[in-house]
């Protein structure tokens, strides 16, 4: 049965800082990874959709790494905002059976102005 | 371009009412999600629907059901609502193309008093 771990579960940095957010997954066997935002209370939007047969995904200052074989993907934020302050959620896809997502647990993230 | 749309944005309900969650999802996907985001929680899947038959079965309370229609739209019927059941319902659909991943819609965010 697929798992998704998120680390760390909350992060408190500076305005300014590059950070790095982790997505661990246990069965390899992925059809893709996606990474969403999600304010409180809010739905979720779309980051960044990474295909099991790409290595990294960038959008602006957001870039995304997948590591199938080791069962890893990195969220490198560049330059921090205050403004990026939310839930950061990886989702697999999975190929065992139908298809569908599998969330990780989260990373709340807040940048201090 | 047309997202997934949900209704309503905000239901309360009281214990042991029935309450009908509705998800249109984007022109020409086939496949609806349900899924079920508690408090402080990531979303859990609940149910899917692939060209109107039951794809999948996640941990959905038999109290919930859930169809989807002639026209793709799809909906979650709950019953017996208990307190534990307050939490965003959020709906995702996706095309035949995988390569898109899922496009969520902005949730339905249900209160049980």
């Known amino acids: 049965k697929q798992e998704v771990t998120q680390i760390p579960a909350a992060l408190s940095v500076p305005e300014g800082e590059n950070l790095v957010l982790n997505c661990s997954f246990t069965d390899s066997a992925i059809y893709n990874l996606q990474w969403f935002r999600q304010d409180p209370g809010k739905g979720l939007t779309s980051l960044l959709l990474i295909q099991s047969s790409q290595r990294e995904q960038t959008s602006g200052r957001l870039n995304a790494s997948l590591d199938k074989s080791s069962g890893r993907s990195t969220l490198y934020i560049a330059a921090s905002q205050p403004g990026d302050s939310a839930t950061y959620l990886c989702a697999v896809g999975t190929t065992s059976g139908t298809y569908k997502y599998i969330f990780g647990t989260g990373t709340r993230l807040k940048v201090l102005a | ?113």
């Open chain 2, 1 to 113: 371009a047309a997202g997934v749309i949900q209704s309503p944005r905000h239901l309360i309900k009281e214990k042991r009412e029935t309450a009908t969650l509705k998800c249109y999802p984007i022109p020409r996907h086939d496949t609806v999600y349900w899924y079920q985001q508690g408090p402080g929680q990531d979303p859990q899947f609940l149910i899917s629907f692939y060209e109107k038959m039951q794809s999948d079965k996640g941990s959905i309370p038999d109290r919930f059901s859930a169809q989807q229609f002639s026209d793709y739209h799809s909906e979650l019927n709950m019953s017996s609502l208990e307190l534990g059941d307050s939490a965003l319902y959020f709906c995702a659909s996706r095309g035949q193309d995988r390569l898109y991943g899922y496009t969520f819609g902005s949730g339905t965010r249900l209160t049980v008093v």
